[in-house]
Each structure stands twice: as C-alpha cells, then as structure tokens.
T-cell receptor
Framework: DGGITQSPKYLFRKEGQNVTLSCEQNLNHDAMYWYRQDPGQGLRLIYYSQIVNDFQKGDIAEGYSVSREKKESFPLTVTSAQKNPTAFYLC????????????FGDGTRLSIL | RKEVEQDPGPFNVPEGATVAFNCTYSNSASQSFFWYRQDCRKEPKLLMSVYSSGNEDGRFTAQLNRASQYISLLIRDSKLSDSATYLCVVNKEAGFGNEKLTFGTGTRLTIIP
C-alpha cells in the first residue's frame, strides 16, 4: 500500500544530543514537509522540500536540519540547539497525483529525558 | 491576529444533532482551503477541500466566503465517530510545490450518546 512511514513512533532524547526522525514515502510525491505540533497550537512548518536536493526553511527552522538526497526520504534532525524539542512531529507529502493535498505520516513523539 | 482562527471549543453535542464550525483567515490572497480531521494523538487526515461554490460530502457541508474571509463546516446527523478535532487549513500560496499550509489550532468536538 502507498503511504508515508515515520519512525520511530516514540523517541527519547537526552540533553545535548542530536536525534534524527525518519520519513519515507512511496507515493511518488515531489514535495515533502515537516511540522511540529504542540498542545493547544496548530501545526507549525519546520522545513519543506519541493524537489530532491533542495529544501527551504519554514516558520520555525531554528535548531533543526534536513536533507533530501532521495525523492522518497526526508529525514529531520533535531539538534541540541533546539531548546524545547518535546513535541509531536509530523511529516507530510504532496504531489500532482494526489491533487496536491498534503497527506501525513502517523507522527513521532519526541520527549526529553 | 492569527493567520487562521478557530473557536477551540470544546463542543459537546448530542448524537444526531447538527453542529457548525467557523474559521476566519487573515490573508486575502489565500488560494485554497481545507478541513482536516485529527483524532486524539493521531495524524491529521483530509476531510474535505472547500470550494467557493460550497461543497457537500455526505453529512458534511463546507462553505467559503472570500469577501468575509470565512470558512465553515456543517455536520448533520452527527455520529459518535465524528468526535475529533477539526482543523481549518489555508494555503497561502499558489502553484504546485508551494503548498505552504497554515493550520488553525483546531476545534474539538465530542458527540455525546
């Protein structure tokens, strides 16, 4: 089945540690996105990528980094510079085939130990 | 002023009732509009797009008023399974690959047996 797979589902990070969240899609979508969701707040865009080897900062990119070496993959690294990383992280993708609407993975919950 | 504003609720309504949600957006140049549904601790899923002429999908009706920058969602004959948070989503930019979506904080709905 086509879809977006995020892993892990739950992740714990120690202070000062970088962690990488995985996002893979087999929908043949060109565009991919990373969002963060905090309680009582809407989703906020961290980074997005329209094509391979290209990505742009979203509204809250500080403390995060991404890469887009393959069309199917858009990993997000939460660096130690992100002082408040505890949140629900959602990856999405969109493409012409899907009418350009964004479809989401089932998310990764990141917590600080 | 937030770019997308919704009443956070909660809305607690009896099964079978009709419930309406409203949403306003601040950017008059916004291009496209959506309602997403998010169940507790799950990813958002597209419920329906919103068209200028209004559109209906079963028990759900969405309407857009560009002049007032206002979007609505009406749910008729509500079911227990309709309990969720409903996110109003606006696309600020036009063109494929530029789907920078702005999410409202969501309206929480609970259907009571």
């Amino acid at each position: 089945d086509g879809g977006i797979t995020q892993s892990p589902k739950y992740l714990f990070r120690k202070e000062g540690q970088n962690v990488t969240l995985s996002c893979e899609q087999n929908l043949n979508h060109d565009a991919m996105y990373w969002y963060r969701q905090d309680p009582g707040q809407g989703l906020r865009l961290i980074y997005y990528s329209q094509i391979v080897n290209d990505f742009q900062k979203g509204d809250i990119a500080e403390g995060y980094s991404v890469s887009r070496e393959k069309k199917e993959s858009f990993p997000l690294t939460v660096t130690s510079a992100q002082k408040n990383p505890t949140a629900f992280y959602l990856c999405a993708s969109s493409g012409r085939q899907g009418g350009r609407t964004q479809h989401f993975g089932d998310g990764t919950r990141l917590s600080i130990l | 002023r937030k770019e997308v504003e919704q009443d956070p609720g909660p809305f607690n309504v009896p099964e079978g009732a009709t419930v309406a949600f409203n949403c306003t957006y601040s950017n008059s140049a916004s291009q496209s509009f959506f309602w997403y549904r998010q169940d507790c601790r799950k990813e958002p899923k597209l419920l329906m797009s919103v068209y200028s002429s209004g559109n209906e999908d079963g028990r759900f009706t969405a309407q857009l008023n560009r002049a007032s920058q206002y979007i609505s969602l009406l749910i008729r004959d509500s079911k227990l399974s309709d309990s969720a948070t409903y996110l109003c989503v606006v696309n600020k930019e036009a063109g494929f690959g530029n789907e920078k979506l702005t999410f409202g904080t969501g309206t929480r709905l609970t259907i009571i047996p």
